[in-house]
């Protein structure tokens, strides 16, 4: 073996030991963080959930048939939204919609006669910083705060939310996330 092939041959070794190194130390902080990211995950879902039904004091999941995971966990669909006495009075729900970029995701609230959203919040995006990303602030979001459902349209369709300028995509995603979600619970709930 030549000089420069025991050189080559030394570097490839040396790369592949630090890949593995890298590999372990990622694994090893893997591990302990996944659990506390799944923990923080369903806390920020429990908060939108009270943050979108605030009158609301449990939520019951409805699931779907499809198996999501090898733990055997179903889908959940949306949320039946109930009051102390137990009386059903609304409905919450998740939803990911393409929009701009990339998926959105989309939670949201309606009563129980499907009259008005009671809410909506972006929980992630991928949109575009400064444009898309406005979906998120107060200025878009309050728009959805009791509106008939009849009216969840862009105002340029005669419906009652404004879109955000140059982020007209972004705007009609949201809208769409929630009027498909809605849908879904209306013919769930028959």
Same mark, same amino acid.
């Given at each position: ?15 592949? =030991? ?7 130390? &990622? ?9 506390? &990211? #799944? ?12 943050? &979108? *039904? $605030?009158?609301?004091? %449990? ?6 048939? %499809?198996?999501? !995971?090898?733990?055997?966990?179903? @889908? ?11 009386? =059903? ?8 919609? $393409?929009?701009?970029?990339?998926? =959105? ?17 972006? *929980? ?12 998120? @602030? $107060? ?6 705060? !009791?509106? #008939? ?28 996330? &929630? ?12």
């Amino acid at each position: 073996m030549t000089e420069s092939n025991r050189d080559i041959v030394i570097i490839i070794g040396k790369l592949v =030991l630090i890949s593995v190194v890298a590999s372990a130390l &990622l694994a090893i902080t893997y591990v302990p963080t996944s659990e506390q &990211l #799944k923990k923080n995950y369903a806390e920020a879902r429990t908060a939108t959930l009270a943050e &979108l *039904m $605030p009158q609301a004091a %449990e939520f019951e999941a409805v699931y779907g048939d %499809e198996i999501i !995971n090898d733990e055997g966990d179903r @889908e959940i669909l949306y949320y039946r939204a109930k009051d102390s006495s137990g009386n =059903l009075i609304g409905y919450a729900f998740f939803r990911q919609h $393409p929009g701009a970029q990339g998926l =959105l995701e989309v939670a949201g609230g309606v009563d129980v006669s499907f009259n008005e959203v009671t809410g909506m919040s972006v *929980m992630s995006h991928t949109e575009t910083p400064g444009l898309g990303s406005k979906i998120t @602030e $107060p200025a878009f979001r309050d728009q959805f705060k !009791n509106v #008939k459902v009849a009216d969840l349209s862009l105002s340029k369709s005669g419906g009652a939310i404004d879109s955000i300028t140059g982020a007209t995509i972004s705007s009609q995603a949201v809208i769409d996330a &929630l009027n498909a979600q809605v849908e879904v619970i209306q013919v769930a709930e028959g």
